[in-house]
């Protein structure tokens, strides 16, 4: 049974750091992109990043230079974070894992991610 299970948001001022992470276990062999996502209140979803098999990323023009994804293979897990730094209030969302399997993608639940400026 493949789950996603993220974890990381919070409340930060401006200026601050904040990582998240999504870790994903069952069929990880075929796991192609993984990605993170972005709604704010009001807004339609949107793209923040994305990585694939081969660690290739792609970034939305908003965060280029202050976010990083990367992913961790593990033996029965991979795991994709977002390294979020010179964060401020445009960031404030909830934060969506993206995991692409061949033939099925998922979701993460979300969390919340609150910048005061």
């Known amino acids: 049974q493949v789950q996603l299970v993220e974890s990381g948001g919070g409340l930060v001022q401006a200026g601050g750091s904040l990582r998240l992470s999504c870790a994903t276990s069952?069929?990880?062999?075929?796991?192609?992109?993984m990605g993170w996502y972005r709604q704010a209140p009001g807004e339609q979803r949107e793209l923040v990043a994305t990585?694939?098999?081969?660690?290739?990323?792609?970034?939305a023009d908003s965060v280029k230079g202050r976010f990083t994804i990367s992913r961790v293979n593990a033996k029965n897990t991979v795991t994709v974070y977002l390294q979020m730094n010179s964060l401020n209030a445009e960031d404030t969302a909830v934060y969506y894992c993206?995991?692409?399997?061949?033939?099925?993608?998922?979701w993460g639940q979300g969390t919340l991610v609150t910048v005061s400026s």
């Open positions: 993206n995991v692409q399997y061949t033939g099925l993608e998922l």
């Open positions: 069952g069929s990880i062999f075929s796991i192609n992109n």
């Open positions: 990585i694939t098999r081969s660690s290739s990323t792609n970034y």
